[in-house]
């Protein structure tokens, strides 16, 4: 395992972090859960993600059960703010009083004196933002979190924060959490280089787009049972399961490229994504050990400049027929 700092900052983390949305505490048994945790952090996975909102707080409650076996500072464990978390008015958001007691909340169900990244889930439009950022600097210099980062903010809200946290001499955002993958690469025209600019650690997201680029969906055919995108409880982030024909052609395009680099089509989505001296870390799902196995198998693989290119091409690549796949 590789290890690459987050941002400009010192702590540095592992380049393949196991994250638990959709997973922990929800789709998946506590046992497996328990076996894919430590199996990452006995392949030397040392970053952990989750969320307060996932399963309901049961994720973070899995996640720290598992954890707490293992020396503290051996781990960084991230979690997150944000979404409704009861029916009440303040139950919700990112006002200072959801956000401290929302750290409470967090401390508990993981069973932990501190957390290591603690982030914004999103973008709160209906709260100042200064009061947002003041209230992650006083958790931090209450020792409640080391550091703070957010997840999906487009660059503008990125920008105006790291100019109130400069002007108000707060503690500064850490990292960043945004979807990225060979099929979604939004972030590319302005999150990437701000972050670049300001030395915010980008930990992104979905770098299998859903399970997209391991290959399973094949082009005409119906949908794997099991998976993701046949699931309608999980399918929403997959077009309940009517899947872009040529999004899938592009993903079979890939596929001798990845061959031809002795990766399978997975570790090659990985790779490519850490290809970037800005991310710091690719978050994975993982429902079986042996998916751990194989990403973490990613780290530290590099890319020639000629294989990037052709992966290029093949992203680039406009195809007529735009049909969809469902179950």
């Not at 790779?271 to 196995?293: D, F, H, M, Y």
Request: charged residues 20%; proline residues 4%; hydrophobic residues 35%.
């Amino acid at each position: 395992m590789e290890y690459r700092q987050l941002g400009k900052h010192g702590i540095r983390v592992s380049e393949i972090c196991l994250g638990s949305w959709l997973t922990y505490g929800g789709a998946t048994s506590e046992d497996i859960a328990r076996q894919c945790i430590e199996q990452a952090y006995n392949l030397g996975i040392n970053f952990f993600d989750t969320a307060n909102v996932y399963a309901g707080g049961e994720a973070e409650k899995i996640v720290g059960k598992v954890l707490r076996q293992y020396p503290r500072e051996s781990y960084i464990l991230a979690t997150k703010v944000y979404f409704p978390m009861g029916n009440g008015p303040n139950d919700r958001g990112l006002s200072r009083k959801h956000i401290l007691e929302q750290c409470d909340a967090s401390l508990k169900r993981l069973g932990l004196d501190y957390i290591d990244l603690y982030q914004a889930h999103r973008y709160d439009q209906t709260v100042p933002l200064a009061e947002t950022l003041m209230a992650f600097d006083q958790l931090v210099k209450q020792g409640k979190i080391l550091y703070y980062g957010v997840s999906e903010w487009s660059a503008g809200q990125l920008a105006h924060a790291t100019d109130l946290t400069r002007l108000a001499n707060l503690a500064p955002i850490a990292s960043d959490q945004p979807r990225y993958n060979m099929l979604d690469r939004t972030i590319e025209k302005e999150v990437l280089p701000l972050c670049r600019r300001e030395g915010i650690g980008i930990i992104n997201y979905s770098p299998l787009a859903q399970g997209l680029l391991t290959g399973k969906y094949k082009p005409g055919q119906s949908l794997p049972q099991g998976s993701r995108a046949s699931d309608p409880k999980q399918n929403i982030f997959l077009n309940n399961g009517k899947l872009d024909q040529q999004e899938l052609l592009k993903v079979q395009r890939l596929l001798p490229i990845a061959e031809e680099e002795g990766l399978s089509l997975s570790q090659l989505a990985l790779t490519w994504c850490l290809r970037n001296p800005e991310i710091s870390s690719v978050i994975i799902g993982a429902s079986k050990p042996a998916q751990v196995q194989e990403n973490v198998s990613a780290s530290g693989k590099q890319l020639s400049w000629a294989t990037i290119q052709r992966i290029e091409e093949v992203l680039k690549m406009e195809i007529s027929d735009r049909v969809t796949v469902g179950v």
